[in-house]
C-alpha cells in the first residue's frame, strides 16, 4: 500500500512491497505446478546379438530385406542390398532417402514376412553430422530396424569405396 503522510513535515511516499512479494510467490508457484516437463524421447536401435552361453540362437536376416550404409567422406554414402557381393551405389548423403523408399518397396514386394533392416557402417572418413542425418532420415522414412556397426568394415567394402575416393 502506498502511503503519503501530509502531516507538517515533508515527507517522500514509500510504497509497501510485501503484497508484491506475496504475488511473485503465488505466480511461481502456479507457473511451476502447471508446467509439464516433457520426456527425452530416445531412437530405438537394433544391437548385434551376443550371447555366449548359447551362440546358435541369433536373429537371422534375409538377405532381400537387409541394407548396408557405408558412411564416407565429403557427405558421400554407398549402399548395398543383401551380401557383399552386391555391386555398392554411390550416392550423396541427401539422396539416400530415395534408395531406402525403393528398396524397402522391393523387400516388402518379395513376400517374405518381416521388417526391413538398415545396417549404418560409419567409417574413419564420415562426420558426426553425416551420421546424425542419416538417422533422422532413417526415422522419418520410419524404418523400425535399424543397426549401427562401426568396427566391422569388410575388405571389399573399403576397396569399393577408396576407388570412389571417399574412403
Known amino acids: 500500500m502506498a502511503e503519503l503522510n501530509t502531516g507538517g513535515k515533508k515527507s517522500a511516499p514509500r510504497v509497501d512491497m510485501t503484497p508484491m512479494v506475496d504475488l511473485m510467490f503465488l505466480l511461481v508457484t502456479f507457473f511451476i505446478l502447471t508446467t509439464s516437463i516433457s520426456t527425452p524421447q530416445a531412437m530405438d536401435i537394433a544391437k548385434p546379438d551376443k550371447n555366449d552361453k548359447h551362440p546358435e540362437i541369433r536373429q537371422d536376416l534375409k538377405a532381400s530385406k537387409t541394407m548396408t550404409i557405408l558412411l ?69 522414412l520410419k524404418v523400425k530396424v535399424r543397426s549401427i556397426d562401426d568396427v566391422n568394415i569388410m575388405a571389399p567394402e573399403k576397396e569399393s569405396m577408396k576407388s570412389q575416393g571417399i574412403l
Do not use: C
Not at 567422406?73 to 554411390?90: C, Q
Not at 549404418?120 to 553430422?129: D, E, L, R
Open 72 to 140: 564416407g567422406k565429403k557427405d558421400k554414402v554407398a549402399w548395398y542390398m543383401g551380401t557383399i557381393g552386391s555391386v555398392p551405389h554411390f550416392e550423396s548423403l541427401s539422396q539416400i532417402d530415395k534408395a531406402i523408399i525403393d528398396n524397402r518397396k522391393t523387400a516388402d514386394a518379395s513376400g517374405v514376412p518381416g521388417d526391413f533392416v538398415v545396417l549404418v557402417k560409419p567409417t574413419s572418413g564420415a562426420t558426426f553430422k553425416n551420421f546424425v542425418d542419416i538417422m533422422d532420415e532413417l526415422e522419418i
